[in-house]
């Protein structure tokens, strides 16, 4: 799997307000649409990631080079 590549249920982490958010993967969003509160552009070539905070359960949605998988 390739480094910005993620699937369903892969442990990632990110950056937001300057701290480290824990999450999981939700899903790969591979074309236009709205979800996680806001409008979406994205496509085969250039997925977005929903996101879902481990700790307050909220979704976001990131482009691959936001995320990367957790560190165990």
């Not at 982490?13 to 409008?39: C, F, L, M, N, Y």
Request: aromatic share 4%.
């Amino acid at each position: 799997m390739a480094e910005n590549d993620f699937g369903r249920g892969d442990k990632v982490q990110w950056k937001s307000h300057g701290k480290t958010v824990d999450g999981t993967i939700e899903d790969k969003i591979t074309h236009d649409t709205t979800t996680a509160g806001r409008k979406v552009r994205a496509s085969k070539d250039e997925p977005q990631y929903r996101v879902k905070s481990a700790k307050t359960g909220a979704d976001a949605v990131h482009k691959p080079d936001a995320l990367r998988r957790e560190k165990d």
